[in-house]
């Protein structure tokens, strides 16, 4: 273990040539980023948890009821020992083979089984007054954390000048207000990430997983090699968008339609905007071309970028679907004096269609397009919003 120990924390891939750890050991004069102190965001991230657990149950919740949000879930399937086995073992989205088999074996009609199975798929699906609570968690944390990285860069000089993030590099002293905004968001991500593996896995599980890991990294490997300046300009970039979202979802939840195609159509401009633009022309030239010409690419240089440019190609993925929803949107609904959004289909509603008329072609659609990445609503951008995957991207 010593050894593996130390060819992980080899200084010639984490630091700079020349550069060693015992250049970068804290003295009574100097405070570096030292890669221990990322020990502590693990109880950190438990304490957020919990403290998740007391804003959910008693603010989040008295403020759902007060808005009339519904209580229960979808309908429970009734108990049926054989078809909870197939839905268990062998499937959730039972082709007509299957479900002829079926039929003859329960002497159920195959309408029947197809309700059983919707029902028993939406059984599994945290009802609204859930959806609403953790998404007033995310927005009440995201408002924080935002708040606090503005106040906080507004003072900082690479804030202005992207170059001040590597003058004198890495010999950059680590304040006691950066070291607290670091800690804080990595052990919010990792939370974060512990929850995902705790909860129901959905169609986008391994996308949001992807991003979560490589934030997680990123936030990890730029306090290592004490890239915390850039890596704060990342962070405070990340969290505008988050806010506006979990607003959206928020007013969605709560039937207020207009305010929800309000509050998406200001997050898919902010979100375009930073990540489509300001991200790559302002964070990415100084990770790449200024610190090229002021420190020089070592090792853990390409890795930082490397992780960089997958954290972008994971943006495009996320625009992509935005501007899939708005021009649907746009398209077939009416935005005059912001009256709600009317899309037509949406293959990602949270609940499924419950009226017997539409029992076979919602089998016949989650058979055929069970990864399906549509977006449909009666009602606006409900589909979208109740089980968007940008909710948790960073």
């Keep these: 273990m010593a050894g593996i120990l130390v060819w992980f924390w080899n200084e010639r891939f984490w630091l700079p040539h020349n550069v060693t750890w015992a250049d970068l050991k804290n003295t009574e004069e100097t405070t570096f980023p030292q890669a221990e102190d990322l020990y502590l965001a693990v109880p950190l991230a438990f304490c957020i948890f919990m403290v998740r657990l007391f804003f959910e149950r008693f603010i989040a919740k008295p403020c759902a009821l007060a808005l009339k ?3 229960t ?3 429970k399937a009734q108990h049926n020992a054989i078809l909870e086995k197939v839905f268990t073992s ?3 989205h039972p082709d007509e083979k299957r479900l002829d088999g079926l039929s003859k074996q329960l002497d159920w009609d195959v309408r029947s089984i197809q309700r059983w199975f919707r029902q028993r798929r939406n059984q599994e699906k945290p009802s609204t007054l859930t959806r609403f609570c953790e998404s007033m968690w995310k927005f009440t944390f995201n408002l924080y954390i935002f708040t606090y990285g503005v106040r906080f860069l507004k003072k900082a000089p690479w804030l202005w000048n992207t170059r001040q993030c590597w003058y004198n590099y890495p010999y950059q002293q680590l304040t006691p207000e950066l070291h ?3 800690l804080i968001e990595l052990s ?5 990430m512990f929850s995902q593996l705790m909860a129901i896995k959905r169609k986008d599980f391994a996308v949001i997983f992807l991003h979560h890991l490589a934030t997680v990294s990123l936030i990890t490997f730029s306090y290592v090699n004490n890239m915390v300046r850039v890596g704060t300009l990342v962070m405070g970039l990340h969290d505008v968008a988050d806010v ?3 607003a959206a979802k928020m007013a969605n939840y709560s039937k207020c339609q207009k305010l929800c195609d309000l509050l998406f159509l200001m997050f898919a401009l902010v979100f375009l905007v930073a990540r489509l633009g300001i991200f790559p022309l302002w964070i990415l030239n100084t990770t790449l071309f200024e610190s090229w010409e002021i420190v020089g690419p070592y090792p853990s240089w390409w890795l930082f ?3 960089l440019v997958l954290l972008q190609c994971l943006n495009l993925f996320w625009s992509y679907l935005i501007i899939k929803i708005a021009y649907k949107a746009i398209s077939k609904g009416k935005i005059g004096k912001w009256n ?3 899309v037509s289909k949406d293959d990602r509603s949270d609940i499924e269609s419950s009226s017997d008329e539409e029992d076979s072609l919602t089998c016949l659609k989650n058979s055929q397009n069970s990864s399906s990445n549509g977006f449909s609503s009666s009602n606006g951008l409900n589909g979208y919003l109740t089980n968007a995957p940008v909710s948790e991207d960073h």
Excluded: R
């Design 340 to 342: 709600p959004l009317h």
């Design 305 to 307: 970028n490397l992780l």
């Design 73 to 75: 879930g979808p309908q």
């Design 180 to 182: 607290y905004y670091y």
């Design 69 to 71: 949000i519904q209580v």
């Design 188 to 192: 919010f991500y990792w939370s974060l």
């Design 244 to 246: 506006l979202i979990e």
């Design 90 to 92: 062998i499937t959730k």
